[in-house]
């Protein structure tokens, strides 16, 4: 495995995920060309033709794993990533700007999250009790797991321990509930990101001060992604035992339609309408 001073990192289980992984890693080298990459996928054992990967820089690592245990190295991340220093992104996130300057936060903080302005509306996960069931996940400040970056020290790896391990324990699908746990337990440095490094609903992307390196779209699938995701997902092996157990337009379309169920059909249009004229 190579091992370079900073990366990004990316673990991407099953088919429709890898082909999001791969529209996310062609804006990153747009943006910041000389940042490598790691995939970390259990769908094909090596990269596809892809004009933006760097064979001499960049990593590709398969596992024989199931997909449902992406969180497994996920929350594991210390020991899978080859960087000292990592930006952890989501699949569904789009480059928007030089993610550069992660490598000096991490020179003077040992991890980095946004931190959710609000408490956790979600009724699955806020329900679920921490801190040895002193409170709800809705009772306390959380954090996005969506985009984080850490530095390779004892206190990181002590933290990845401890998030792996309630993730574990909890035992539910989420491992945003567990990382509640890991970050006050935990003896690292936190920099709380906002909305520069993971902006959700339909940002501008601005400029100076106000520049939003990372949109972080979820389950709002954006036509310019849904087009590069379908053109990634022709040239992928198709023939792993693994990753392959749901097809593109399926997921694409079961994304869509639990993201207007959720916000409401003139929500979901207004971000879209948003998302168009930005």
């Known amino acids: ?14 088919r429709p995920y890898l082909a999001m992984a791969l529209v996310s890693a062609e804006s990153l ?29 960049d ?7 199931e997909s449902r245990e992406n969180r497994f190295y996920k929350t594991r991340l210390y020991d899978y990533s080859p960087f ?3 930006l952890y992104l989501d699949c569904d996130t789009l480059v928007w700007a030089d993610v550069a300057p992660a490598v000096t ?49 004892e206190k990181t790896r002590e933290f990845f321990r401890l998030w792996s391990s309630y993730y574990e324990q909890y035992n539910i699908s989420f491992d945003q509930v567990s990382l509640v746990d890991a970050v006050f337990r935990s003896d690292c440095r936190l920099l709380s990101l906002d909305n520069r490094w993971n902006a959700s609903f339909a940002p501008r992307k601005n ?22 995701m379908l053109l990634y997902d022709h040239l992928i092996d198709r023939e792993g035992p693994f990753g392959n157990e749901e097809t593109l337009p399926c997921f694409i379309r079961s994304r869509t339609k ?15 309408l948003r998302r168009k004229f930005r």
């Open 105 to 153: 936060y991490l020179e003077y903080f040992d991890i980095c999250f946004k931190q959710q302005l609000r408490g956790q509306r979600s009724a699955k996960k806020g329900a679920h009790t921490v801190l040895d069931n002193s409170f709800r996940v809705a009772e306390l400040p959380h954090w996005n797991g969506g985009v984080f970056m850490f530095r390779k020290n």
């Open 29 to 57: 080298r747009a943006r910041s060309p000389e940042v490598p990459l790691c995939i970390i996928t259990n769908v094909a054992q090596s990269p596809p033709d892809l004009p933006f990967w760097d064979t001499q820089r």
């Open 84 to 86: 000292e220093k990592t």
């Open 207 to 228: 400029e100076g001060d106000h520049l939003v390196r990372v949109y972080h779209y979820g389950s709002r699938i954006i036509p310019e992604v849904r087009k590069k």
């Open 1 to 14: 495995m190579k091992c370079c001073s900073f990366g990004v990192t990316y673990v991407a289980f099953g």
């Open 59 to 65: 990593t590709w690592s398969w596992f024989a794993r």
């Open 258 to 272: 639990d993201r207007i169920k959720k916000e409401g059909p003139l929500r979901y249009l207004q971000h879209a």
